[in-house]
């Protein structure tokens, strides 16, 4: 008896799944991440005496990071690196010889030493490029 109860639960729950997730995923996704929609009101006085009220709705996005903080260890995309540039004149940032298998490239004002392979980060010298 136990043996039928628990497999007419089990087959209940397998036919009803389907319509739960088909309607759980039926709901359209809408994200108001990064904006702000701002409402102002604009009173004018015309000659006739009359008051005319306006309000204007403006939508504000809030501006994405365009720099990185690099941290050594990590690895670097130059996806992620905002004006980035391979720095072959290393002496005239005052930088050292990058060693065997590693370059300095620019991200921002930032210098950091990545290995050319694995695209790790072997130092971070903040406000290096100016």
Do not use: C
């Amino acid at each position: 008896m136990f043996k039928k109860i628990l497999i007419a639960l089990a087959t209940t729950t397998l036919v009803a799944s389907p319509i739960v997730t088909a309607q759980a995923q039926a709901a359209p996704y809408h994200s108001t991440h990064g904006k702000k929609e701002v409402s102002r009101t604009v009173v004018k006085q015309k000659d006739n005496g009359r008051t005319v009220v306006k309000k204007k709705q403006t939508t504000v996005r809030k501006a994405t990071p365009t720099s990185r903080r690099w941290a050594k260890g990590q690895r670097f995309d130059r996806r992620y690196a905002s004006n980035y540039r391979v720095v072959s004149n290393y002496r005239d940032y005052r930088l050292s010889a990058p060693p065997r298998g590693y370059q300095w490239v620019r991200s921002g004002n930032d210098a950091v030493l990545i290995a050319i392979t694995s695209g790790l980060i072997g130092a971070v010298i903040g406000n290096a490029i100016r």
